[in-house]
């Protein structure tokens, strides 16, 4: 069985930074796409950022140029780096593996993180 655990969150000041982690632990060989989704109270949860396991990323037009994800693929880690952060982010963030190899060579799906909060006070 594969988990995430995710850590990090906290409350900031608008303008503030935050960094995010996330270590996938279990039977793994590889990961593909690493990613952060959020969700703000009463609405639908939304991709923050993706990266592959080739180093390519994807972000939200709302974050580009103030956050940036990386990965460790030795450490099955994956990072979210929050600067200038706005009241707007303000969310539950949550990690994402699209699609992992087990080390029985087995394809997994679809694993997420239990989350956690970020608040930004104005």
């Known amino acids: 069985q594969v988990q995430l ?14 960094r995010l ?3 996938a632990s279990g039977m793994i060989f590889s990961i593909n796409t690493m990613g952060w989704y959020r969700q703000a109270p009463g609405k639908q949860r939304e991709l923050v950022a993706t990266i592959t396991s080739g180093g390519s990323t ?7 140029g103030r ?11 994956v990072y979210l780096q929050m600067n200038s ?3 707007e982010d303000t969310a539950v963030y949550y990690c ?5 190899l087990t080390i029985s060579r ?10 956690t909060q970020v608040t930004v006070s104005s």
Not at 58 to 64: E, G, H, L, N, R
Not at 67 to 77: A, L
Not at 96 to 100: F, W
């Open 21 to 23: 982690s996330c270590a």
């Open 85 to 87: 952060l706005k009241p």
């Open 106 to 115: 087995r394809y997994e799906y679809g694993y997420w993180g239990q989350g």
């Open 5 to 18: 655990v995710e850590s990090g969150g906290g409350l900031v000041q608008a303008g503030g930074s935050l």
């Open 58 to 64: 994807k972000y939200a037009d709302s974050v580009k």
């Open 67 to 77: 956050f940036t994800i990386s990965r460790d693929n030795v450490k099955n880690t």
């Open 96 to 100: 994402n593996v699209d699609s992992l």
